[in-house]
């Protein structure tokens, strides 16, 4: 059993090389995450940063003249939902279907 639990774990360590890379550890000892995503130059984060703002803004608002002033510039949804697309994990959640295919196959043999 014992060398079907180290075959198992060094299955995982492959996958977790392969299908996570959203999440990059700290150097640091706090156990945190960072989630890079690119953007070509600042102006480009800003528009991002502001655009996501004003879709906030404008859900949470429910007076049409604060709307009027708040979106003064149309938003790029876009830009945002691109941005949004970027930072979805779709590799760990290939991932997770590997872990469950292997567990699948794991109780098949018991």
Known sequence: MQTDEIKNL??????????????KPTNDKTGTNVAQIKFVNYYELGCVITNMLKMCILALEHNAEKVSITNRNQINVSLV????????PLDEFE???EISDLVAADSNYC
């Open 10 to 23: 060094e299955s995982l360590k492959k996958l977790t090389a392969i299908y996570f890379r959203k999440l």
């Open 95 to 97: 991932f997770l279907s």
């Open 81 to 88: 939902l691109e941005t949004v697309l970027e930072m979805f």
